[in-house]
Each structure stands twice: as C-alpha cells, then as structure tokens.
C-alpha cells in the first residue's frame, strides 16, 4: 500500500491526483490531453507535435514503471526485473523520439505536455492496480495506435519516424504482455485483486470524465467538441493477442469500443 503525502498530490476538477513530475523549464505542463494543441493533418507542424506528444509520454512511462520500484520494493524479483527492462526500453524510445524531432526541425518546450497517465496512474495504491492502469490500459491502447500510424508516415515521405514508431510498438508489446501474465498470478494468488483492479478502473473513468472537454468546448483540434464523435484508433487485434489478451478480452474492448462490425472477422483472424 502507497499513502501519499498531500504535498504529493494536486487537484484537478474535483479528482485527487498525483502532482506532475518535474520538467525542465522550456516546457508548459497542462493538467489534460484535452488542453493540448493538435492538427489532425501530417503538415509540418503537426508531424512535429505528434513526435513531441509522444516523446513526453514515453518519459511519463520511464516515470511510472521506475515510481513502481520504489514504492514496492517488496515486488517480486521477476516483476522487478521486468519494470527495470521497460525503464531501459522507454528511455530508448524516449531517445529515438527526440533525435526525430530535431532532425524535422523540432525542440523541447515547442508545444504544451500534459502527464496524464502519470497522474492518475501513481495515484493508486497498489502495483496491480497501477500495472492494471498503465500496462494493461494505456500502452494496450498505445498499441493500438502504433498499429495504424507508420502507414501514415510513409504516406508523407518520412520512412524513419515509420521505423521508429514500429520499433517502439515491439517493445511495447512486451511491456503488456508482462503485466498481464503478472496480473492473472496475482489474482490467482489472492482474489481482493480484482476489487483493486476494478476500483482503478473506475477511478480511470471518474477522471477522464472529469477532464474532458464539455459539450460546445474547444477540443484540441480547435474544433467545438461534440460528445460521442470522438475518434478512436481502429483496435490492434494480432498485437493485443500477441501481449496476451485473451479472444474474450478482445472481443469485450471491441463491443465497449463500438466495433462490434469487425468482431467476427478478428476472431476468425
């Protein structure tokens, strides 16, 4: 159990989250994706602030699987070592992401960072239930938007971001699967698991609900947002199988996601 300090939390809309990792000066840290800037296009602009989005959230997963070794110690060697790999997997991916943006004429700072995932995810108080959020729910869902995304580099010219993107979905597999071998033995081990697994589900719920952008607000896009036209990325069945989701998990984040048109043709796949 992880009882945080009040000076290690912040308030965002009502939800106790915990307070932003330090950032170096240049950048402006916003409390939501939903504050961030984006163009849906592959313009100049936008390839630049696609790579810097995703290099500040590669930094937020060093952050958390690294705050997960010390706030529990008494983890399991094995699971150790696993965090430990995906701090040295991140920090590569971190690495990659940076050189790109500097090769296109990108810098740190040029547009806001938001350390969502980081928030809500060391907020909790348990490893399952922190592997549950950042594992099993944000890099699942990472993996479903790097399925899609090298195609559209290439379409633009840019052969190396594609390569980047497809080297960090391999690792990325491999930090889900982890977790959800993980998650299935402590469940296995002790059933009250699935009661905290279940609570950060909820939690995850109350908080994006809390921040997100209201009916007739500006979404990121500039745009007034509109509820219930919000795009999400087709879902990576052959990955998500790969890090070890099962055909039943997969088929329920299909039906939760609205594709339920394309459940039969992935089970069959």
């Known amino acids: 159990m992880v009882a945080l300090k009040p000076e290690e939390t912040k308030q965002v809309k009502g939800m106790t989250l915990r307070r932003d990792p330090l950032r170096e000066d240049c950048f402006s840290v916003v409390n939501s994706d939903a504050e961030l800037k984006e163009w ?60 790109r943006l500097r090769e296109i004429g990108g810098r740190k700072g040029e547009f806001p960072i938001s350390n969502f995932e980081w928030t809500v995810t060391c907020a909790l108080d348990s490893l399952a239930a922190r592997l549950a959020l950042q594992n099993r729910t944000f890099e699942a869902g990472e993996l479903d938007l790097l399925g899609q995304l090298p195609p559209k580099w290439r379409e633009v010219g840019d052969d190396a971001t594609a390569e980047v993107l497809e080297s960090i979905l391999a690792d990325e597999i491999t930090h889900v699967r982890f977790a959800n071998q993980w998650l299935r033995r402590m469940i296995q081990e002790d059933r ?13 719920s109350a908080v994006s609900a809390a921040v997100a952008p209201k009916e007739g607000e500006m979404s990121p896009s500039g745009l007034p947002f509109v509820k219930g036209e919000e795009k999400l990325a087709p879902v990576n069945i052959e990955d998500r199988k790969h890090a070890e989701f099962s055909d039943a998990e997969i088929d329920q984040f299909l039906r939760q996601s609205g594709f339920e048109s394309i459940m039969t043709t992935g089970a069959e796949g």
């Open 40 to 99: 849906p296009d592959m313009s100049d602009i936008s390839r630049r602030q696609r790579l810097h989005r995703h290099m500040n959230n590669e930094t937020g997963a060093i952050e958390i699987a690294a705050q997960c070794l010390v706030d529990f110690p008494e983890a399991p060697w094995e699971l150790r070592m696993h965090l430990a790999r995906q701090c040295w997997d991140e920090s590569r991916h971190v690495a990659s992401l940076y050189r």
């Open 192 to 204: 009250r698991v699935l009661l905290k697994i279940a609570m950060a589900a909820r939690f995850l």
